[in-house]
């Protein structure tokens, strides 16, 4: 189960990399959307393809590093090139306006005539992937014309060793949310959210419960199964969670 933590739709102007090309290149925008867990970007390749550095033509644009969660950074690069003669991906189908990334990438962009769209769906923050960068080249249409596409997502760690984790409920206790920091004799605890007694924590109390008993129930026995389900449900709301701040 992905976990996310709430994220408001905000917006950012990104800035270009002038490093990269010789010429004006568009303006890109970033945004958050579904509640955080999806990066969008779009920009306009309104111009004609123009001289990148790298001695190519086409366009660039790279995003400034976007703030995300607990201190973590994101930055998107995207570069739209014309193929050289030995290119040898095979051509789009004519008309073709959509283009998944690998499966890994969990992305896609899409063509509005000149208008480029791109989305990635955002790491979990609770277990973020070791690997830091994702890259993912592929063909693409713009018109009737084939250009290759060159797209990349940056994530960038705290530098001070700041996480987040998810500790589980218990019958006895709600879960929620730890801030942790690296010290010397171990991870230290600095903040704890703890999801609510009646809401989310009161269903992980239950399945808690369940799960402890879950010897006498296990097969086809669902009598016994509601019998202890409504003993899990009292017991819940018979005894609010112990106070967790000294543990």
Known sequence: MRTSCPCPNLKWSGLI?????????PP?????SGGGAVLTGSFLCASEPEQLESGKRGWFVASTHIDWRSNWCLKVHCSITEPKPDYRHPRP??????????PSYCGRLVVADRLISVSFRVPDCFDPPRKKSFSQGQPILLGEKMFHCQMRLELRAPRDGTYLRRRAATSDR???????YPGA??????AYAPDSA???GRK????????????????SDFGRFYKILEEAKHFVDSHP????ENT
Do not use: K, N, P, W
């Open 17 to 25: 990399s002038s490093s990269h090309t010789m010429a004006r290149c």
């Open 185 to 190: 004799g171990g991870d230290v605890r600095m």
């Open 174 to 180: 709600v879960g929620g949310i730890e801030f942790m």
């Open 204 to 219: 992980e109390r239950i399945q808690a419960f369940l799960d402890a008993r879950r010897a006498e129930y296990r097969g």
């Open 198 to 200: 009646t809401g989310r």
């Open 241 to 244: 969670s112990l106070d967790d």
């Open 28 to 32: 890109v925008t970033l945004e958050f």
């Open 93 to 102: 189908r004519d008309g073709t306006c959509e283009f998944d990334f690998d």
